[in-house]
């Protein structure tokens, strides 16, 4: 079975999410922190509920899948088809309201990552991938829903880049320093935007895209998708992306290398 | 003339705003740099399209109505009413493709504003507001247009507040003691939103939002949608905030007292 074959479903699992967040969204709910004492991370009821509506139409469809989920853990995580799950990336944003967070859903076949759907439901708008063509729909200019396929753009020169990270504040001291280094060369850096930078990335209005310690579920749906807009997305060293880690994006191959580069330096 | 006769005619500003600028949203542009030698200023054809639109229908249809525009500058500022634009509040998210940037529109009398919208086009939700009641209007959760009041919520507690500020690099050194005062004692603080920071407290979904530096047409059209729904909005010094400045707001009395208090203490 393609990736082609599973669209259609991602469709249906981004239906049953977005039906599942959207009554929780800008609404007045009490957020508790899962990591007692440490940093602030948000898990609301949407976040429950999305993940919960996946996984019933995964079990009833696909009973001999896998499944990685954000909030309720792994399951038959060596079978040949693995689905990737984070009902709401961008917690921080949701509970602030803003529009910015996404559902990601993505489909490992053998480890590797060959589907992947962001899915912002207040917008209306998806972005998908399977590694050799990407697409988005959403809104169009006549309220009409529009789509297209996405590109990454060329940005050769590290001096014109757009930077985008979710934010400074979750890089260690040597990180902090490696990030730094890149940052100071660019155009315009942008912080906050968490799984839309990759997305914006892929559609061409972002160069760059540098995160750490990422969760397999926070980067592995998005793969598929920068790959097939024509990005590059490894970690920091050059490997696989799929795991998490520290990962960086680039629109085109040398300013991939050239951040690459930055990252390794002195490090 | 009350501030609800104008309701409508804004709503029409805004239609033409928005027609003029989302042709040019997500696609390439050149943006052309202000501040020669300064920071990071994009302006994007998009905004003097929507600014043109704006003012050709405020000339037409109130002729001795002054005018203050981002883009193309002041006329009769002394006029009993006048209209503060600022088509792309925002750029920087407008450039990286974000849609979280907002058209603002306000309306001043005898140097008072009386009456603001923000909108975001490509989402389609407008808020507005009159300083005794503000309304949201957007996309539904059943894909129909659907509208409520808005209202800020209480928050007398720093330690559980969210902040929002668009980013501390705008601040110099003694502003960014002041803010990070401010700042160290919240449960959440989050960058990068311009507009949609006091939207979102409009809404009741963020306690605080402090910015550094901001124009009259940065701040004059959300006075009276933050203050229609229940918020305090006044310079770091308690003054009014129409004229831009160092500015806060609150979603309740009690929280901006303190946050007045830190931001003068020391500094």
Known sequence: MSAVDFAAFVEKLA???SEAILPFFRTSLGAIDKNIG???DPVTEADHAAESAMR???ELTFPLHGIIGEEFGSIREDADYVWVLDPID?????IAGMPIWGTLIGLLHHGRPIYGMMVQPFIRERFTGDGEQSNWSGPGIDLKPAQRLLSTRDCPDL???ILMTTSP???DAPRLTAFRRVESRVRLSRYGC???AFAMLAAGHVDCVIEAGLKAYDIAPLVPIIRGAGGIVTTWTGGEPEEGGDIVASGCAALHDQVLELLRQGG
Chains 1, 2 share one sequence.
């Open 15 to 17: 239906d049953a999410a």
């Open 38 to 40: 440490g940093s602030f």
């Open 56 to 58: 019933r139409l995964i």
């Open 90 to 94: 961008g917690t921080k944003s949701f």
């Open 159 to 161: 001096a014109t880049a």
């Open 169 to 171: 504040l979750l890089y």
């Open 194 to 196: 968490d799984c839309y």
